[in-house]
């Protein structure tokens, strides 16, 4: 059954005090995400239902072929007397968030995977190429170097990735970006 495209929904994109979310090519955003103020994604991303991507207070940027998915919540830490610069939240590219994952001002390099429920807080980076396993706390300012794979609340090291592991990396963001366009080209119909 086709629909009239009048009808077809259309994801949340708000503004907030004059900032609005840009987004590069090809970017999928479920219509039960919502993605507010001062927010770029860069090109292949994709936003699943009831993500939450907020850059109300400071920036979010994300890079290239990162996915979202769904439940997820970004958010910033604003600037105040306890924290004078506030954390930007910024994503490099091939990042898949799993379900349910919090992100809160940190920063975050290329290639990695944040596992389902998660949490990553204020000030953390996490270099590229990383695994952080379902379930897991980053706590504020912990830097995660790369190559590794992270278990736990707090994470600890738990080991090298392997190369299969490694491999993992292009296939889960190419996999994600197979998946929105199967979506974006279904709403053209």
Request: charged fraction near 25%; aromatic fraction near 4%.
């Amino acid at each position: 059954m086709s629909t009239d495209s009048s009808s077809t929904p259309k994801p949340a994109l708000r503004s907030h005090k004059g900032m609005s979310p840009k987004l590069g090519e090809r970017v999928m955003i479920d219509p039960a995400a919502v993605v507010i103020g001062d927010v770029e994604l860069g090109n292949d991303c994709s936003v699943w239902p009831c993500a939450v991507i907020r850059g109300d207070m400071h920036s979010i940027r994300i890079g290239d072929r990162c996915s979202i998915q769904d439940g997820s919540v970004l958010h910033i830490t604003h600037a105040s007397d306890f924290n004078p610069g506030g954390w930007p939240l910024t994503l490099g590219d091939d990042v898949t968030v799993g379900h349910s994952v919090n992100l809160h001002g940190c920063t975050l390099g290329s290639r990695i995977l944040v596992g389902v429920g998660s949490t990553i807080m204020d000030g953390a980076v996490v270099e590229d190429e990383v695994i952080i396993g379902a379930g897991s706390l980053v706590p504020p300012g912990k830097r995660l170097e790369s190559g590794h794979l992270y278990v736990g609340s707090p994470v600890k090291k738990a080991r090298p990735l392997k190369d299969k592991e490694r491999n993992f990396f292009p296939y889960t963001a190419g996999n994600y970006v197979k998946l929105k366009d199967e979506y974006l080209a279904e709403a053209k119909d």
